[in-house]
């Protein structure tokens, strides 16, 4: 059984629930390592000091925050725990909102929470309160010298814990180039969008979608490993349709596409 990963307390009101938080996700990524392309030795990465271009051991790394061109101010490890002050063991809910509140746009990372030591009765409590009004908490957590918002919302028989952005590190679409649409859909072209997304409606099944990328380079791993010379394939191109009605027509099965701009 996974260890947890940090221990702590949830509080609402007066009442102080136990927890460990587990993390709710695997990374399956496949990882390279950098190596020299004549010999195929690894590539050694080393802490250069730029003012006397030599090693520095790492007991002599410090963390600093540069306020100007080249000055830093560097801060101990002990110091920057400090500044989490008592947040540094407890997650307090500060207020509870409708689940449906929340965008999905501003949760990060997803994690398990269980029960901690004599906290099982607190933990039920807290779990079966939100699922019955359907609210989340949302609180504070200081986790890797970084405090995060957390939502804390019940799921099933646990609860979980979502580290969420906040609001400032949004970007906003004002402020990105997208092109304003150059013209409304008609009514014929929205209702044969609408056909469409009908006719690819499902109930949704994680497990029906495999990382497909990552078993491609595993393969080509293998084939690379067993000697074989790789051909690669030409990039497909996909482009924006002419005729947007018939390329409606064309995906409900009652026409042909036309060609595609370009």
Known sequence: ????????????????????VHSATD????????????DGARIKQKRICSKENKEVPYKEVAMGYEVRGGEFV?????????????????????????????DPVFYERTYYLGAGGDGE????????????????????????????????????????????RFADELVSPDKLDIPAPSRKPS?????????LLDSLHKQFR????????????AELIKRKAK??????????EVQAPDDLMAALEAS?????PRKAKG
């Open 206 to 217: 994680p497990g029906a979608f495999k990382d497909t990328y990552r078993d491609r380079v």
């Open 227 to 236: 000697g074989e010379e790789i051909e690669l394939p030409e990039a497909e």
């Open 121 to 164: 009765d607190a933990y039920r409590l807290l779990h079966d309160a939100l699922e019955r009004s359907n609210r989340t908490g949302l609180g504070r957590w200081v986790f890797h010298n970084r405090e995060y918002l957390v939502a804390v919302r019940a799921a099933d028989d646990v609860m979980m814990l979502h580290t969420m």
């Open 27 to 38: 990374s399956r990524t496949i990882h390279f390592h950098q190596v020299h392309e004549e």
């Open 187 to 195: 009514d014929r072209e929205l209702k044969m969008a609408e056909q």
């Open 252 to 256: 409900l099965g009652k026409g042909r």
């Open 74 to 102: 560097m801060l101990s490890k002990e110091e920057i725990d400090a500044a989490a002050g008592e947040r540094s063991r407890t997650i307090e809910l500060e207020q509870f909102v409708d689940r449906t509140q929340v």
């Open 1 to 20: 059984m996974a260890r947890s990963i940090w221990n702590g307390t949830i509080t609402f009101g007066l009442i102080a629930v136990p927890i460990k």
